[in-house]
């Protein structure tokens, strides 16, 4: 349930299949959309922080359930603006509601799954917000052709779907109690206890760690690629190889169906060995070199569409091989400092991905303006790479035999060195 919440709250904030069709509808320019959007992101990622304290005093579904229902309706709101004025309104509001909502979801799926399940268990979770751009581009490319190119057609299927959803996540969704969550759950048999219950949960505690800081800025480097093929991918293939917005829809649903897979087999392995960085790494390096490959097909004349879902394809499935590991591995660096900070720390996460949103909108637009998809591309390259160096810095160890030695020791306690 907590996967499907995941999946329906990302789904209610796609935009990126009928941006082509709303920038010549509304009269927009590339760049008023960025700063539309801009807005919009920011308004999400103060929504992500706020979330993220709630989650943990309120509790998750308190809080999941209403707001969820509420966005599904402003999805629907959705198909109803006629200027970019309207536009900005309505992406504001359904933003902060939708961020408030999806703090919810990463400390639910946590709460449930002991360490020995962790990076599968966000396997499944990365389900959410990556297959939402998968049934987004899917449902894009299969049903636009049907509505003749009407781009408020996938505003009125996002909010039914979603609220039917909704409906089905209320009726099935639990919650842990407080004292359980405040747990560190090694296995479905063993719980240990790492907090004084007399002291209270402090942000400033997970702020003054080395591995929280080099989790944050390596995932806001991770997170621009992420974001522009989210946000822009179906634009740059219009704009660069002449594609229609179906078309173009049909090429980005691609990239994330092998995405869909190996977040779940590479959480699944490394939930076996117990190893998070590894795969953090090693994900990232072949990724690299598919990435490179597209940055090259970017400055061709002429690309077959196949030869780009073949690219998209493996890059996505590369992706994924880093990204559930290292969910796992923030996950638990953080309830190292303090098991009843999840909310708090995933909450940075969803302001992290927010504010990196607001960056992407707002630079792309210029530098694409200025020179070509193909150099933008090629800054997403760079950062990749910086997010390999911050995988250093993490938490957690490389070798299996680092994890077999370090098995008898007990997990540290609160304010203990990261």
């Known amino acids: 349930m907590a996967v499907l919440a995941s999946l329906i709250c990302s789904y ?13 509808d509304l009269g927009m320019t590339l760049a008023t959309y960025g700063a539309i959007s801009a807005a919009a992101a920011l308004a999400g990622a103060f929504a992500g922080i706020v979330g993220g304290r709630l989650t943990d005093k309120v509790g998750r579904v308190r809080l999941l359930i209403p707001l969820m229902m509420l966005t599904s ?3 629907v709101a959705m198909a109803l603006i006629q200027s970019p004025g309207q536009l900005l309104v309505a992406r504001i509001v359904l933003s902060f509601i939708d961020g408030v909502a999806i703090a919810s979801t990463a400390p639910l799926v946590r709460d449930f799954s002991p360490r020995m399940g962790r990076a599968q268990a966000f396997g499944f979770w990365t ?9 987004a581009a899917a449902i894009a490319g299969l049903t636009l052709p ?12 996002m909010g039914g779907v979603s609220l039917v959803a909704s409906l089905v996540v209320a009726a099935n969704i639990a919650e842990l109690s407080p004292a359980l969550r405040a747990k560190i759950v090694q296995t479905e048999r063993t719980a240990v206890t790492v907090v004084d219950e007399r002291r209270p949960a402090r942000v400033r505690d997970l702020l003054v760690h080395r591995s929280i800081w080099a989790h944050v800025v390596g995932i806001a480097f991770w997170l621009v690629l992420y974001l522009t093929l989210t946000l822009y991918g179906q634009t740059m293939l219009v704009q660069t190889f002449h ?11 691609v990239f994330w169906i092998l995405n869909l897979v190996t977040v779940v087999v590479a959480g699944r392995v490394s939930d076996r060995l117990q190893l998070r960085r590894p795969f953090a790494l090693a994900g ?3 990724g690299l070199v598919v990435l490179l490959v597209l940055v090259w097909l970017l400055g061709r004349e002429s690309v077959s569409v196949s030869a780009l879902m073949v690219t998209g394809l493996f890059l996505g499935g590369l992706l994924g091989i880093a990204y559930a590991p290292w969910m796992a591995n923030f996950s638990e660096d953080a309830e190292n400092i303090d098991p009843r900070l999840q909310g708090t720390a995933w909450g940075l996460f969803s302001f992290l991905v927010k504010g990196m949103a607001v960056v992407v909108l707002l630079v792309v637009p210029q530098v694409v303006a200025m020179s070509s998809w193909q150099v933008w591309m090629a800054v997403t390259v760079a950062c990749m790479a910086l997010f390999g160096v911050a995988v250093c810095f993490f938490g957690g160890p490389w070798r299996r035999e ?3 030695a370090a098995e008898p020791a007990a997990v540290p306690a609160v304010g203990s060195a990261g």
């Open 402 to 404: 680092d994890v077999r």
């Open 146 to 157: 049907m509505f003749h190119n009407a781009w408020q057609s996938q505003f009125l299927i």
């Open 127 to 135: 389900w959410g917000p990556v297959g939402a751009n998968f049934l």
């Open 284 to 286: 990232t390096a072949m």
């Open 243 to 253: 594609m229609g917005s179906a078309q173009a829809s049909s090429v980005m649903m």
């Open 12 to 24: 209610e904030a796609q935009i990126a299949p009928v941006v082509p069709l709303l920038l010549e």
């Open 73 to 75: 309706l402003c999805c």
